[in-house]
């Protein structure tokens, strides 16, 4: 074997290592760029689901108002999607975009019945207190054009009898008709959402039906031109009702704040309270039967039988100037229905510190998102009055103190006055929450046509 034989294999072997070396330093390169390429990938992909994530889990917002087409091509925002969102419990922010126009109608529709000063303070008087706050509150525009809701203020509920001073109501559907017909005449905003984004108040017995008696409300039912209307009404049952069936926020009965604060300034909530439970009102000793109904379905006649003469009850027929002095004194108060279901019993019962207990089947009450009622108040079927004896006893051993604590809470409170000028949280407030959230549902809905 020659030299040239021997060298051969060692030529051989060096130029191997060699090519290793260059195959493995290109290898290193396509490495290095697999992985560059690799995590600009991942950063991509990551931004992307990332957006997708905060897109998708942002509110579907949609109106709540998708049963009417409307026929101009400029729907208010009331009628259309918009995107906005609800930020829970905000001041004045919290509405921040909520337009209302208020229309300047004539003053037969509403000032001139404030000459009679019971106008603006009797049970019915939440319709003049809305109009007073919204008037000065920060979600009213003059600009009609950029109005999300219209505001109506008709006073129906201040024409009150010359024989037993009740308000009387009978006027009611045409003095709201005569409005419409107004307003749909000066202005194009009615025509063009058929009224479905006009606000009235109907404070009364049985709410935008506008009559005292039940058999007539639910004969007449809604009129006609008010059913695709939003109605802020004391009237609220939970289960089907002729007054129910349009667009409503229910709202409490109207009780005087400064009458509150009078009272409270004489009595504090903390007080001793030395009445058990308490009544003033009107209990039938003989019910008369009027148009197949009775009083109160005969309730408060049964609690005048069952608990006259029981001394843990303190019931009295007549009225009293100082009725809610003995409201601030009272651990239970009564609050059985009428003719209709809601009393303002119940609301100067929560504000004065006095459990309400509420007999009425199927009432619904007012805001519950702000006011925890199964918290604060007591709920006796009617066919149960008999037992209420015993039913308070319970009640009083057992969980009383807290409901008290709970019920003194002042924003729940404030929430059930409606005060002028509005405060944040107050009856008034609590209706633009309810609009708001009318306004920006966030359930998905098929979108109203603005074509």
Not at 178 to 205: C, E, K, T
Request: charged share 20%.
């Amino acid at each position: 074997m020659n030299m040239l034989d021997c060298k051969r294999p060692m030529s051989s072997k060096g130029f191997y290592v060699k090519m290793r070396l260059l195959h493995n330093t290109r290898n290193d390169r396509n490495l290095f760029s697999r992985y560059f390429k690799w995590m600009l990938s991942f950063s991509l992909s990551f931004c992307f689901f990332a957006s997708f994530i905060v897109y998708h889990n942002k509110p579907t917002i949609a109106t709540s108002f998708s049963r009417t087409t409307v026929p101009h091509s400029k729907a208010s925002r009331a009628l259309i999607e918009v995107s906005a969102l609800h930020h829970h419990h905000n001041t004045q922010d919290f509405f921040k975009g909520m337009k209302i126009f208020i229309y300047d109608l004539p003053s037969k529709y509403n000032s001139v019945w404030l000459s009679n000063e019971r106008c603006s303070s009797h049970l019915f008087a939440a319709e003049v207190a809305i109009h007073r706050a919204l008037m000065h509150s920060h979600v009213r525009t003059i600009d009609p054009l950029e109005a999300d809701f219209f505001f109506v203020p008709v006073y129906v509920s201040c024409n009150f009898s010359t024989i037993n001073g009740f308000p009387a109501i009978g006027h009611a559907r045409s003095l709201i008709a005569s409005a419409v017909q107004h307003i749909s005449s000066q202005l194009p905003f009615w025509n063009r959402s058929l009224g479905s984004d006009h606000i009235f108040v109907a404070s009364h017995d049985f709410g935008s039906c506008f009559h005292t008696m039940e058999n007539m409300a639910k004969a007449d039912g809604i009129p006609e031109f008010l059913r695709n209307s939003i109605i802020l009404q004391t009237f609220g049952v939970d289960y089907r009702h002729p007054c129910n069936d349009a667009e409503h926020v229910v709202i409490p009965p109207y009780v005087s704040p400064e009458s509150i604060r009078t009272t409270l300034e004489m009595s504090s909530l903390n007080a001793r309270r030395d009445i058990f439970a308490f009544f003033r009102g009107k209990m039938e000793v003989h019910p008369k039967n009027i148009s197949g109904r009775f009083y109160s379905n005969r309730v408060r006649t049964m609690i005048w039988q069952k608990f006259g003469n029981d001394r843990r009850f303190y019931l009295k027929r007549h009225r009293f100037s100082g009725y809610q002095s003995e409201v601030v004194r009272s651990k239970f108060c009564l609050c059985p229905l009428g003719w209709a279901p809601w009393s303002p019993r119940i609301v100067e019962s929560v504000v004065l510190g006095c459990v309400p207990v509420i007999i009425a089947d199927g009432i619904q009450l007012a805001f519950p998102s702000a006011v925890p009622w199964a918290e604060i108040s007591l709920t006796v079927a009617e066919k149960n009055v008999s037992n209420l004896g015993k039913i308070l006893e319970n009640v009083a051993a057992t969980n009383l103190s807290s409901m008290q604590r709970r019920m003194w809470d002042p924003e729940i409170r404030k929430a059930l006055l409606f005060n002028v000028p509005m405060m944040n949280g107050d009856a008034t407030w609590q209706v633009l929450d309810s609009l708001f959230t009318k306004l920006y549902r966030t359930h998905n809905k098929p979108r109203v046509s603005s074509q």
